[in-house]
Structures are given as structure tokens and as C-alpha cells.
């Protein structure tokens, strides 16, 4: 099988269960955020994506929490389901420097959704 | 559909040999990446374009070149200079250059040495 999710930090929660998988971002001057879907031997999905001025955001299913003063971000999945078995990224942006949508990735976390 | 197309999606080099991986996208966007993933990392920055004619480096540009003649295509060549080439290669695209928005990816090319 495709090896993306090699020697990744591996979250295990069963169907119907609500997920939470967390990122540490690295730049304090990050003002942009993003969350990616990854499955195996494909490219990454946008799930959500949140702004600096915000502290929360929802879709569905889905709620991104942004806490800026720790550098910490989350993404909340509601009932998980088989189909949400995947890799989780983290991505920040910066609006300086003119590097503007250029992103930093995380190194991802492995959901594993048990029927 | 609108989307980007990578391909092939398996390819593999000999050693002193240089490929080219294709990256076309149909969404008139106006910048495009390249990204390299290792099993257990995060996607790595090797060359982005923000418009037709024009690239910049990326953090891992060592070994890789590019060319962005058409808005729609953004070919990566991974060159004899790369001597770890083996790896997930990806395309993205963004809408609109220097702007924070989600980029779009496409579905990769696997990249093996013989």
C-alpha cells in the first residue's frame, strides 16, 4: 500500500465517535490556516480553513478551533465515519514578505475510524 | 470537471537519468506549486510559479528545475543532481497569486529509481 501514512502520529476512535486532531504551528506571524484530507495514494482535499481573526469556525461535520496565544490549532470532526479514515494536515499561510499563498505544511496525523 | 491532472502516476528513473513529471490545470489559476512528500512528513516546497514565465525556489529546489511557459502547465524535472528522488511528488494551483486561499492539489505521481 502507499506508505504516506508511515511512522505518523495514528488517532484509532470508533464509528460514530467525534475526533479531534491537533497541530502546533510554528510561525507566530501565520494568519492563515488550513486543514487537509489526505487518502492514500491521492493528493490532499481542503476540508476548512480559518483566518486570525477568528477563533472558531464550522462546516460540516467539521469545526476548526484557533488558539493563537499557544500557537495551537484543532480540527473537530463530529460522528466520524469510515469514510473519514484518512491523514490529517495542518497548513499555515502569512500575508508578508511576498510569499503570500504559500503554505507550511505539518507532518500530518493518521485517522483510523474502527466500525 | 475543472481540476488539475498529474501524470503518469507511477514513474521510474534510471540512475543518470532525467524525467519530467506533467502538471496540467484547467481552473485558469494563476500560480502553481510543486511539493514533495516523504512517507511520515509533510509536504516539502520545491518550485512555485505566481506567473506564466516566472518561478521561484522553493525550500528543497536542490536538483529539481521547472518551466512555466503556459498558464496551464507547470513541468517538474527531477534531474540526475537528485540523488534521493524517490518520493510523492505533488501539484497544487491557487486561484489567485499572493493571495490566502486553499490550494488545489492533484492526485500525484510516485516517483521509484530502478
Known amino acids: 500500500g502507499e506508505s504516506v501514512g508511515l511512522h505518523l502520529p495514528t488517532l484509532s476512535v470508533q464509528e460514530g465517535d467525534n475526533s479531534i486532531i491537533n497541530c502546533a504551528y510554528s510561525?507566530?506571524?501565520?494568519?492563515?490556516f488550513i486543514w487537509y484530507k489526505q487518502e492514500s495514494g491521492k493528493g490532499p482535499q481542503f476540508i476548512i480553513d480559518?483566518?486570525?481573526?477568528?477563533d472558531k469556525r464550522q462546516g460540516q461535520r467539521v469545526t476548526v478551533l484557533l488558539n493563537k496565544t499557544v500557537k495551537h490549532l484543532s480540527l473537530q470532526i463530529a460522528a466520524t465515519q469510515p469514510g473519514d479514515s484518512a491523514v490529517y494536515f495542518c497548513a499555515e499561510g502569512y500575508s508578508y514578505g511576498g510569499s503570500q499563498g504559500n503554505l507550511i505544511f505539518g507532518k500530518g496525523t493518521k485517522l483510523s475510524v474502527k466500525p | 470537471d475543472g481540476g488539475i491532472t498529474q501524470s503518469p502516476k507511477y514513474l521510474f528513473r534510471k540512475e543518470g537519468q532525467n524525467v519530467t513529471l506533467s502538471c496540467e490545470q484547467n481552473l485558469n489559476h494563476d500560480a502553481m506549486y510543486w511539493y514533495r512528500q516523504d512517507p511520515g512528513q509533510g509536504l516539502r516546497l520545491i518550485y512555485y510559479s505566481q506567473i506564466v514565465n516566472d518561478f521561484q525556489k522553493g525550500d528543497i529546489a536542490e536538483g529539481y528545475s521547472v518551466s512555466r511557459e503556459k498558464k496551464e502547465s507547470f513541468p517538474l524535472t527531477v534531474t540526475s543532481a537528485q540523488k534521493n528522488p524517490t518520493a510523492f511528488y505533488l501539484c497544487a494551483s491557487l486561484g489567485q497569486s499572493y493571495s490566502n486561499q486553499p490550494q488545489h492539489f492533484g492526485d500525484g505521481t510516485r516517483l521509484s529509481i530502478l
Open positions: 510561525n507566530s506571524a501565520s494568519d492563515y
Open positions: 480559518i483566518r486570525s481573526n477568528m
